[in-house]
Structures are given as C-alpha cells and as structure tokens.
C-alpha cells in the first residue's frame, strides 16, 4: 500500500477522533447542547471504509455514524451542522443527529433504529444491479444489530441475489449497554455470514490496513458479480453508548486496555516506524484537523436555526392546512 493512501488514513483517523473530541468538550463545558452517539476508538474502520470506497459507492451507516460521515466525505459543517439544529446541517438542521444524509457523498441513510439499515442496503444494492452499474452498497452496523430479524433476512437476501453489497460489522463488543457475550453464543460474529452462504472474515478493527485489505477484496468481489461479504471489524467504543453515560458496565481495566490500544497513536507510530512520515508531518496534519474543526464549529454556530416555514419545506405531499 502506498505511503500517500496510509498517509490519507491518518489524516482521516485525525480528523475523526478531533471532531469526536471536540463535541465531547463542548458539551461537558456547556459551549453548546446536542445529543449524540460517540464513535471514539472506531476510527480506523471508517478511515479505511473513507479510502477504499469510490465515490459513487453508498453507504448505508448509523446514529454512531459520525466517523463513517467524515470518511465517506459529507462536510463537518454538514453533521456538525445538522447534529446542533442549524440551517448549514445536511437536512437543514432537521433530522438531527441520528437522520444525516448526503445522496452527492453517497451517504445514503443515517438509522435510528438498531438493525434496520442492511434492508434498505439491499434495495440500493439492487437498484445498482437492475441499472447496470459496478457501484458497491456498504452498510455499516454493531455487532447488536446481527440479532435483529431485519439483519438476518437482508442477509439472506443479498446473498441469495449476489447483490453488490458489503456487510460492514463494526463489533465494539457492547451492544448499547449489554456485552456481547450476553447477547448471543458465537465468539465470532463472522460466523454467522456461513447461514447465509456468503464469505464471513474477521479483522482486527484497530488496524486499518487489516480492514482496508478486507475491504478490497469484498469490493472486488461485489464488482465482479461475486455477491456480498461480511466483514466483522473487532473493536472497542471509548465513550458511552450516549454521550453523559458513565458505562458503569464496562469493566475499568477493559477499558483501559482498549484505550492502551487506541488505534490513532498505534497507527502515527506505524507511519513514523515505518518512514512513511516524519513527527514534523504528522503534527502538521494533527493541526490541519483541529483547525478545520474549530473552523466548522464557527460556521456552525455562527448560523441560523430553521425558521417555522422549514416545517413545509423538503416534503413530498402538500401540507394539509387545517383550522386553528
């Protein structure tokens, strides 16, 4: 792998974990209120999803979508925008955190509900197969939604069809609060790809080299004709399922040897080891991140909230105009 894309990697994982950063700090210091779902800890799998997919490829994610966002190419100002109620968000600032979009990115859907992204992944992926297109559906979801009947019948479906799609795990090992452990009996998750007759792989989901090469080989395979893949990126969430939780579950020294494991300074250390990048590179793009995020939060904060006639707007029926 070239050092420019391993270098593109980090500039995303950077990017990812500053905005991440950035909203907790704001919110514990009462700058500003949103509500939202941190994705602290999963960067490199978003990074690697963020170089290996093109552009035209869509991407079906979550509420804890925020570093999916970042890496498929919607504007912080987009889901900053959107995450705190403002005219510059992607819906205008009225889905909120939980609804961003961005069709131009091929951010399809954002979903608030547990398990029902992969149903609508299938019907893009089949819409790219009936049009003639090589373009490639990811869905990305938590190891939770994999209990969900929506997941298993999107599952059978995009294999039973070899539809061009990739199913993306990114397993932190709690489904909100609950361990995974308690919440099925394979120790892989992958394993449940085999029910279904398509390829189950799993990576180390701290290491995006090992996910980026999954990645590409199931791109490739959904290109050619080849069918679905499920890809199970093991990895750990640093922060609570809802920002404010004090995940009295999770066990202090679980968590601190994730933290040990944080997958940004594993991977700066890697480009500095390896000589793809100098310390003096490397701090120069930590820079560039957190100044277009203090850059977007500005634009953000500095816009309108949606005025009473949004409400009418972005609809597909007329407004019904009843009596006061």
């Not at 992969?118 to 790219?128: D, N, S, T």
């Not at 019948?153 to 539809?163: G, I, K, P, Q, R």
Request: charged fraction near 25%; glycine fraction near 10%.
């Amino acid at each position: 792998m070239s050092g420019d894309v391993r270098t593109r990697i980090y500039a995303l994982m950077v990017l990812m974990k500053a905005a991440d950063d950035r909203l907790s700090k704001g919110i514990s210091t009462g700058e500003f209120m949103c509500v939202y779902w941190p994705s602290r800890g999963q960067e490199a799998v978003a990074a690697a999803m963020g170089v290996s997919l093109r552009p035209d490829d869509q991407l079906v994610t979550t509420y804890r979508g925020l570093h999916d966002l970042i890496g498929k190419g919607v504007p912080l100002e987009e889901i900053y925008g959107e995450m705190m109620g403002r005219t510059v968000g992607a819906g205008r600032g009225k889905g909120g955190t939980m609804h961003i979009a961005n069709p131009g990115k091929g951010v399809m859907l954002c979903t608030g509900i547990v398990g029902a992204g992969p149903p609508v992944a299938v019907g893009l992926a089949m819409a790219a197969r009936r049009k003639g297109l090589d373009r490639v559906t990811v869905v990305s979801f938590g190891d939770g939604a994999t209990n969900t009947g929506s997941f298993h019948e999107a599952a059978n479906m995009a294999a039973l069809w070899d539809l061009p799609m990739v199913f993306v795990c990114q397993n932190n090992l709690y489904a909100e609060m609950t361990p995974t452990a308690d919440t099925m009996k394979l120790e892989r998750v992958a394993d449940r790809a085999a029910g279904y007759g398509m390829p189950g792989v799993r990576v180390d989901g701290n290491d995006p080299l090992a996910v980026k090469s999954a990645l590409d080989d199931a791109l490739r395979r959904a290109r050619t004709g080849d069918g679905p893949t499920f890809i199970e990126c093991v990895t750990f969430r640093f922060r609570g399922h809802y920002f404010g939780d004090r995940m009295p579950y999770i066990p202090k020294d679980q968590l601190a040897a994730a933290m040990e494991a944080d997958p940004v300074p594993r991977f700066r250390r890697h480009l500095v080891d390896a000589g793809v990048c100098s310390e003096d590179e490397l701090n120069r793009i930590d820079n560039e991140a957190l100044a277009t995020v203090e850059s977007a939060l500005e634009t953000v904060m500095s816009a309108d909230s949606p005025s009473v006639e949004e409400l009418e707007r972005d609809v597909y029926a007329s407004p019904i105009k009843f009596p006061v």
